[in-house]
């Protein structure tokens, strides 16, 4: 099989004949098809696949087996007959960038840095490298970053080479290292090649020129799960465009809500937090207040009901635990509850041990919750506050049986 998409990336469609087509072998629905020749990458060196049709066929998944691509549709093909494949041109040429933008920056970290790339991965909005070292400075970063965008602006350019059985000893030379080739590897070996900066490796698809990347934007670091190793996470081309886009539009939407310059948006939103954060502190206050007063109210009740239903939706759980404290040894049975009216918020059940233990869970699952008892109490938290009314039904029946 001819792999079309290693010698020319930008091919969009293509007709070719259908060599195989049988049932899925490593899927439980659909059927493998395999080309004379095909266009369509097939996920492989931490590239995805490419999607796109065959005909108006969806293409699935596209996987090398050997030297095949497997292409997996949902219908089977005739074998012989001629088929148009068609890329998601989209997703391909942002693989494109991504990948020929991973090349550029592994290569520059290692020549200015000795920061060795041991792996990669293309996500579906961010791409990272894992780096083979514990760290790497700001300082260190910007500079990758300005060197990377250097190389862009001078338009080199990016070519591949093809080597075979049949390619002279002096050019095998380009291939760093045959270990870094998969086990089932079969046939020949493909260079990618950046003008004065870099040789290596690679089956997945590459610009033809730098200048195609437009831009790189390095974002932040982060550990990798391996020992003594780190993630540099990055953008490539569009996707940097369409974050600029993001950033944008959510600056205009806090220009507007905050009604002040974007530049001032950080002291301000700060200064909203400190003031949001001393609010909700004397809120709570005049809560434990209000808990000491609903208690005192029901002490000087004169005749004290069986069972005290409360909520209060703004308080925190503080409150209820305020609202038992202060009420002290008690005959009546409390339930309490905190949170929204109708989502989710937490409930207290509070008396005699074997009330709460024929309540608890009951009430429980009536709010779709979750928690335990122990004892003359009974805590939870529970999604379904807009039940309330149905536990507190469900008290009241099992009060007025005993």
Not at 40 to 57: A, K, R, S, T, V
Not at 291 to 299: D, G, N, R, S, T
């Amino acid at each position: 099989m001819v792999f079309k998409c290693q010698k020319d990336s930008f091919l969009k469609e293509f007709t070719t004949k259908v060599a195989v087509c049988q049932k899925a072998i490593s899927h439980n629905e659909g059927f493998e098809v395999i080309l004379e020749d095909t266009i369509l990458f097939p996920e492989g060196g931490g590239q995805p696949c490419d999607y796109g049709f065959l005909n108006d066929i969806p293409i699935k998944q596209v996987l090398r087996r050997e030297d095949k691509a497997i292409h997996y549709v949902n219908q089977p093909l005739e074998v012989g007959t001629e088929v148009l494949q068609k890329i998601d041109w989209e997703r391909r040429f942002d693989h494109m960038q991504q990948h020929s933008g991973q090349h550029l920056l592994s290569a520059v970290l290692e020549k200015e840095f000795q920061s060795p790339t041991v792996s990669w991965w293309l996500g579906e909005e961010t791409s990272y490298i894992e780096l083979d070292i514990q760290k790497i400075s700001d300082v260190q970063i910007k500079k990758t970053e300005e060197i990377v965008n250097q190389y862009i602006r001078q338009g080199k350019t990016v070519t591949v080479t093809i080597l075979s059985k049949d390619t002279p000893a002096e050019e095998l030379e380009l291939v760093r290292s045959a270990k870094d080739l998969p086990a089932d590897h079969v046939g020949d070996i493909r260079v990618i090649n950046i003008e004065g900066i870099d040789s290596n490796m690679c089956c997945g698809t590459h610009v033809t020129n730098l200048s195609q990347l437009q831009v790189i934007k390095l974002l932040h670091t982060e550990k990798s799960k391996r020992k003594d190793k780190i993630l540099l996470h990055f953008l490539v081309g569009n996707r940097v465009v369409n974050r600029l886009d993001v950033c944008i539009d959510r600056e205009r939407r806090l220009t507007s809500l905050l009604n002040n310059n974007p530049s001032q948006h950080p002291e301000l939103i700060e200064k909203l937090q400190k003031n949001v954060k001393s609010l909700n502190k004397n809120t709570q206050t005049l809560l434990k207040d209000i808990a000491i007063l609903e208690v005192h109210k029901l002490k000087t009740m004169p005749h004290p009901p069986k069972y005290f239903s409360l909520h209060r939706k703004e308080a925190e759980p503080d409150f209820m635990n305020t609202f038992i404290k202060e009420l002290g040894k008690t005959e009546i049975f409390l339930f309490l509850s905190t949170g929204d009216e109708k989502q989710s918020g937490n409930i207290v059940l509070y008396g005699d041990e074997k009330a709460v233990a024929d309540l608890g869970q009951k009430v429980c699952e009536l709010l779709d919750g979750k928690g335990a008892g122990k004892g003359n109490k009974f805590q939870a938290k529970v999604n379904k506050m807009a039940n309330r009314k149905s536990a507190e039904k469900y008290i009241t029946e099992y009060f007025n049986k005993s």
